[in-house]
């Protein structure tokens, strides 16, 4: 649910980084972080309780353009993983306009993605998000990995709905960018909907 800031000109989207304990979220953000320009996003911020950390920062792309003249922003965040933050996790998915599902490929984590995946279906309901009209991107990381699973074969466990799927190593920033676009494209897409129905 973009939030538009008429005083400022602006719209600003959410996209999550979702996805199981140690996948590479917070990678894939670290790295987005440090290659855009300065002046194309705001400080990174770090909310952190006792245990867990939850972290985000605000990004302007600037070949976006602009929706009925206004500004794009898209605020990207990274919920923890593991399975006991589930309320910071849902919380954090509230009024998400596109989401990131970082899978991590190697072969012992295959239950782990499955089930943070139900997870995530889980709490979409809870919020009576339409999981046809939210766009999704799985991004199969961890690649460089010998333990990493062909992706046929993730494909074929988790992508039973075939959303769009990207390749990465987050950690050296390969298929980062890619999978970024893909979200922000769809999320774009469906702003330019909403404002041609009014
Ligand atoms: N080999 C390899 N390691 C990676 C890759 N991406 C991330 N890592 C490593 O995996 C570990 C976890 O990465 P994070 O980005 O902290 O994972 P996260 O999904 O944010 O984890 P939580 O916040 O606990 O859910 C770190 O040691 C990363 O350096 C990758 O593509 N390949
Ligand atoms: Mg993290």
Not at 25 to 46: G, W
Not at 54 to 76: E, R, S, Y
Not at 136 to 145: C, T
């Amino acid at each position: 649910m973009a939030l538009i800031n008429f005083a400022q000109r602006q719209i600003m989207t959410k996209i999550v980084y979702y996805g199981p304990g140690m996948s590479g979220k917070t990678s894939n953000l670290e790295y987005i972080y440090s290659k855009v320009p300065e002046a194309q996003r705001k400080k990174m911020v770090s909310v952190a309780t006792e245990l867990e950390r939850t972290i985000f920062f605000d990004f302007f792309p600037m070949d976006v353009g602009t929706i009925a003249g206004l500004k794009v922003i898209f605020q990207l965040y990274t919920v923890p993983g593991q399975v006991y933050y589930s309320s910071t996790r849902r919380l954090v998915l509230d009024g998400a306009d596109g989401i990131i599902f970082v899978a991590d490929s190697q072969a012992f984590r295959l239950q782990a993605n499955i089930e943070s995946f139900r997870d995530l279906y889980e709490n979409l309901a809870s919020y009576k998000v339409d999981i046809r009209k939210i766009p999704i991107i799985i991004q199969y990381n961890k690649r460089d990995l010998d333990t990493a699973l062909p992706v046929s074969e993730l494909e074929e466990k988790l992508n039973y709905r075939y959303l769009p799927s990207f390749e990465a190593t987050a950690h050296t920033g390969e298929g980062v960018f890619e999978t970024l676009k893909a979200v922000t494209t769809r999320v774009l897409d469906n702003l330019r909907k909403e404002f041609d129905r009014k």
